[in-house]
Structure formats: C-alpha cells, structure tokens
C-alpha cells in the first residue's frame, strides 16, 4: 500500500516543466499517492499517473492542499511557481508556503530541489530507486 502522500503543484507558465519532471521521476512517482491542484493534475493523468486532483489554484486548490500539509497529511509538496507571474490568487500562494513553514513539510519550488525531496522520501521509505 502506498502510505505517502505528496502534492504536485505548477502555475501555468511552469507546467511543461512539472511534465518533464514528472516523466524523469515517473519510476518514484508512481509508488506514491499523487495529490494535485486541478489543472496540474490533468497534465500530470496524461503521463499515465494516477492522481487524485484538488480544485484548480485560483478556485481553492492552494488551500486545500494547505489544510492537508497542516493536518499531517503530507509528506512532500512540490510547487512550480512562476516567479515572473502575477496571480490573482496570490494570498492562498503564500498561505501554502506559510503553512510549510509552520508544519515543516518539505517544500520544493524548482525541479532541482524537487529531485531531493523525491530521492529523500524515497530513502526514508525504502522506495527503490
Ligand atoms: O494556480 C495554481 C497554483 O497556485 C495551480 O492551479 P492549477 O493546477 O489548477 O492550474
């Protein structure tokens, strides 16, 4: 039984991105349970991942994945931001990140320390990689 849990987060102008992450890391990815804010999570089901999807970021995705970092429900949390972007939604950006620091669950915002927390989860719970 997969027991950890982590989310896939990624704004728009980071979404190819989290698909070519999500395709290198494809072997680790599929021994977890994948949680994903909408539209992020139908790019990631076209990889052949099964993924259970929140509500789209600007209609409350953020926050529900927030709720679940601060229940203990996550091991992990990696979130392509766009740096460059403006977001309407912005608030609930911050309240994620915030919520990450208050619970300390791992947070990874670019694919190069998203690889990490991939391969430390994978370790600690002896996921063959
Ligand atoms: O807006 C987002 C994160 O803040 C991501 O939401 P979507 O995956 O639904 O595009």
């Known amino acids: 039984m997969k027991t950890h849990t982590i989310a896939l987060i990624a704004h728009d102008g980071r979404k190819a991105e989290m698909v070519g992450f999500v395709k290198d890391h494809y072997d680790i990815l599929k021994e977890m349970n994948l949680i994903a804010t909408g539209t992020t999570g139908s790019y990631i089901q076209q990889t ?8 789209s970021g600007p209609q409350g995705g953020d926050a529900q994945i927030a709720a679940m970092a601060a229940e ?30 208050v619970h300390n669950v791992p947070l990874a915002t670019n694919p190069a320390t998203a690889k990490y927390l991939l391969l430390g989860i994978a370790k600690e719970e002896g996921i063959e990689v």
Do not use: N, S, Y
Request: net charge positive; aromatic share 6%; glycine share 10%.
């Open 48 to 55: 052949g991942l099964e993924v259970t999807r929140k509500l």
């Open 72 to 101: 203990g429900l996550l091991k992990g949390i990696i979130f392509f931001r766009d740096p460059l972007g403006k977001h309407a939604h912005e608030p609930d950006v911050q309240m994620l990140l915030r919520i990450c620091d």
